[in-house]
């Protein structure tokens, strides 16, 4: 991609089509880095617009959309659909982001973000993405697409090239935040999208095992490719974490690079966030603990002050380690609370609850989803656990060490590259450990770290007020993420 290294960083037109974006509409981290990220790039001084499906859950009202296009046609197999496109903007301290939403009932109506044909929906949605563009007359310089969903987008714009001058300069970027979800589908699905498997040498050669898969479309037609921590990026290379793709991986190695997310470090800040009960800084830590103690109350724990409280925030699936939190954890000297909810299942929300009734004085299990109560439990815990089986990035440990929450993880992906292990023969007050890391996926490994950890809490409370400060003063903003993509993606 250093063909365009004249296209100044300043002039840059970005477009990122994806599933979810903050705050609008959001089911993982994704959601917050397609929301965060083009304020940063913006703030570089680029033009980077974000687009997602109208589904049916998204507040018109709250966010403000207005309707800019009605009745826009998108061939679909030779016949038409209509399409609407709302737009709304970013509110961002820096300059304008706005969102572009497309509508159409017959794929996006429902509240549901993800249900069984998502292939299809998304690549109806992917498509009219590309058709839409001339209608609004927006060129950009780049698609920077996210995940499977939109990853059919570089190949559409392959076969477009072809077609119509419009497209000719547009380079296609496309960003792995989980390659566990791949999009696997039938490949007579891509007539929703004008294509067959023999529009494209890379769809021909993946429809040989008799499907398509939407993951590996884009890693082999995106001009560039990054996953979203450098140690992902590594460990994708390996069977244990590469889902299958370590082939297609290891054939496109040279071209995937790993980069950090960033987080909204505006909207995740102790010292301003309007939903906690006690706004705190570096200075003034020793308030931190009433955000613990309206915590306890509201979710009706035991209030007490000097008991470690552990918070769990996160998408309740395969990947989080759930099943590493057992009886024995839980009989350690400290309070849970998990909140979450499980996509396609019931098994980790049903082992949470049932851990919640059994611990009723030190768990307590909220299945739900709720920015408000997060930001309070991010504020309210002492420790911030997050014992993922994998994770390309993980951002609830930055959030939660912004908060002064002492993250423990287990070593994988960006968990490994944010956090500093400590050590216990550290006997001074100079480190820069920043949290407990455990390696091997198992009961006995976390729980060995959480004793550690709440050794440290109990007996050395000065060594913990150091890991707190140590934590909150982490660089975790976009600003030099966007940077990179800036330099080693869009270049
Ligand atoms: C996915 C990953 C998570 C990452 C997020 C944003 O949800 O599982 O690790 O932080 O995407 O990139």
Not at 11 to 34: F, N, W
């Amino acid at each position: 991609m250093n063909s365009d290294k004249n296209i100044k960083h300043k002039q840059l037109k970005i477009l990122m089509p994806a599933s979810e974006v903050a705050p609008l509409v959001k089911v993982g981290g994704l959601a917050d880095v397609v929301g965060s990220l083009p304020k940063a790039l913006n703030k570089l001084g680029c033009d980077a617009r974000v687009i997602i499906p109208k589904y049916g859950c998204i507040d018109e009202k709250k966010y403000k959309l207005k309707k800019i296009f009605s009745n826009i046609k998108i061939c679909v197999n030779k016949k038409n659909v209509k399409i609407n496109l709302w737009q709304c903007n970013l509110p961002t301290q820096h300059a304008v982001s706005p969102i572009y939403l497309i509508e159409c009932n017959k794929y996006f109506g429902s509240k549901k973000v993800y249900f069984k044909n998502n292939a299809e929906r998304f690549l109806f949605f992917s498509s009219a993405v590309l058709q839409i563009l001339p209608i609004i007359k927006f060129q950009p310089d780049i698609i920077h697409c996210h995940d499977f969903h939109t990853a059919l987008i570089p190949g559409l714009l392959k076969t477009q090239k072809k077609l119509n001058t419009f497209y000719k300069n547009i380079k296609s970027v496309f960003t792995i935040h989980n390659l566990n979800y791949q999009g696997k589908s039938e490949i007579k699905i891509l007539s929703t999208g004008n294509l067959t498997e023999h529009s494209l040498k890379s769809l021909s050669q993946d429809a040989k095992d008799g499907d398509i898969n939407f993951m590996v479309q884009g890693i082999i037609n995106a001009d560039a490719v990054n996953t979203v921590s450098p140690t992902y990026a590594k460990e994708i290379t390996t069977p244990i974490y590469s889902a299958g793709l370590d082939k297609v991986i290891k054939q496109n190695k040279n071209k995937i690079i790993g980069i950090l997310n960033g987080i909204d470090i505006d909207f995740f800040n102790s010292t301003t966030d309007k939903f906690i009960k006690q706004k705190y800084s570096i200075e003034t830590l020793n308030k931190k603990v009433l955000n613990k103690l309206a915590l306890q109350k509201q979710l009706g724990l035991p209030q007490d002050k000097n008991i470690a409280l552990v918070g769990f925030i996160s998408r309740l699936a395969w990947q989080k380690g759930v099943e590493l939190i057992t009886d024995k954890l839980i009989n350690s000297k400290c309070q849970f609370v998990f909140l979450g909810t499980q996509i396609g299942g019931k098994q980790y929300e049903n082992q949470l609850k049932k851990l919640a009734k059994k611990y009723p004085d030190k768990v307590s299990a909220q299945i739900k989803f709720n920015t408000k109560l997060a930001q309070q439990i991010y504020a309210g815990s002492d420790i911030f656990l997050m014992p993922s089986r994998f994770e390309p990035c993980g951002l609830g440990q930055m959030i939660a060490m912004r908060y002064g929450t002492v993250p423990i993880v287990r070593k994988t992906g960006g968990l490994a590259d944010t956090i500093i292990n400590y050590q216990l023969s550290i006997i001074n007050y100079q480190f820069k450990s920043t949290g407990f890391i455990f390696k091997k996926f198992d009961e006995i490994s976390l729980h060995k770290a959480l004793q550690k950890a709440l050794k440290i809490y109990y007996q050395h409370p000065k060594i913990w007020r150091q890991l707190q400060i140590n934590c909150m003063k982490k660089d975790f903003s976009w600003n030099k993420s966007a940077k990179k993509y800036l330099d080693f993606l869009y270049c």
